[in-house]
């Protein structure tokens, strides 16, 4: 009984000291479980993805072929259009040829003048808007009669034509903007070449004046300046043509909701009537006829015998 109990003893001694060590062992390893974890997962990636990238392979592989296949063929549909394109845009460079040969000896057979009304020659200055002046819609710029700046020259913008000088001093101008309400020029239709009279009544639409009833007048025309009056130049873009009610347009202006900072002012020379002065001494040495006064021939005595056939 005694050596059994001893071994009993032993055992549970045993038991006891191993259940202290797995404890102690569990303990330990619960501290370090989230380093040990991060340090098991980061080695099972480093070992995984070396098969992973072999795998996907196929896969990519696939994938970068369909995506050469619709490529190819968006650049085949593409090289097409731009075929098509190409054949239409060499007609018409044949046809403006054609035109362009027919328009100079026209020119040459009529004796006209082939060069534009625009002038080449460009005054830049800064635009600022007047408050406090005479007219609703007005501004003004750096630049006057020192740049040679005169009552009517055209402003532009980037985007159109923004007024013309109404008044100019030694080093700034008074610009009148299309918009305002006594602002008047002449403009016509890209289009049609429809002619009417583009009047400001101080909103941002002016409208069409003097719009014959048969005058082909449509909604989102190209509005330029016809030069009919005389003081513009023909061919500055205004704006475009909006329908606000039946056969009455308004213009949307090119340079509306933009922020105008600098311009450009063009010396444009307008159409002058000729001197009488200078009519007068040209017409001094030109023969005239002989004119008989119609006082003159009834006081001429008649043959009666001339009257008889």
């Not at 040990?36 to 990238?53: K, M, V």
């Amino acid at each position: 009984m005694f050596g059994s109990d001893t071994d009993s003893t032993r055992a549970s001694t045993i038991t006891l000291i191993l259940a202290f060590v797995i404890a102690g062992i569990l303990y330990m390893t619960d501290r370090g479980s989230e380093r040990l974890l991060l340090r098991t997962q980061t080695g099972a990636e480093s070992a995984i993805s070396p098969g992973l990238a072999i795998l996907s392979k196929p896969l990519r592989s696939a994938e970068n072929l369909m995506a050469g296949f619709k490529d190819r063929s968006r650049a085949v549909e593409e090289n097409k259009a731009l075929k098509e394109e190409l054949y239409r845009l060499r007609e018409e460079k044949q046809r403006s040829q054609i035109m362009a040969m027919k328009l100079e000896k026209f020119e040459g057979i009529l004796g006209a003048n082939p060069g534009v009304d625009i002038p080449a020659q460009k005054i830049a200055a800064r635009a600022v808007s007047e408050i406090e002046g005479p007219f609703v819609r007005a501004a003004l710029i750096n630049a006057g009669r020192n740049k040679g700046l005169k009552k009517g020259h055209p402003v532009m913008t980037v985007d159109g034509l923004y007024g013309h000088v109404l008044r100019t001093g030694s080093r700034s101008s008074r610009v009148l903007l299309l918009g305002d309400l006594n602002s008047r020029i002449s403009v016509m239709s890209v289009r049609s070449s429809a002619r009417a009279i583009l009047s400001g009544d101080n909103s941002d639409q002016p409208r069409l004046d003097f719009v014959d009833d048969r005058a082909d007048w449509r909604e989102g025309d190209k509005v330029v300046t016809s030069g009919d009056d005389g003081v513009l130049p023909q061919g500055l873009p205004v704006g475009t043509v909006k329908e606000k009610s039946a056969r009455q347009f308004v213009v949307g202006l090119n340079t509306l909701d933009k922020n105008i900072d600098w311009v450009w002012v063009y010396p444009y020379v307008p159409t002058q009537a000729p001197d009488e002065d200078e009519t007068n001494a040209e017409t001094e040495g030109v023969d005239t006829p002989n004119v008989l006064d119609p006082a003159e021939t009834q006081s001429i005595p008649i043959d009666p015998a001339a009257e008889a056939p």
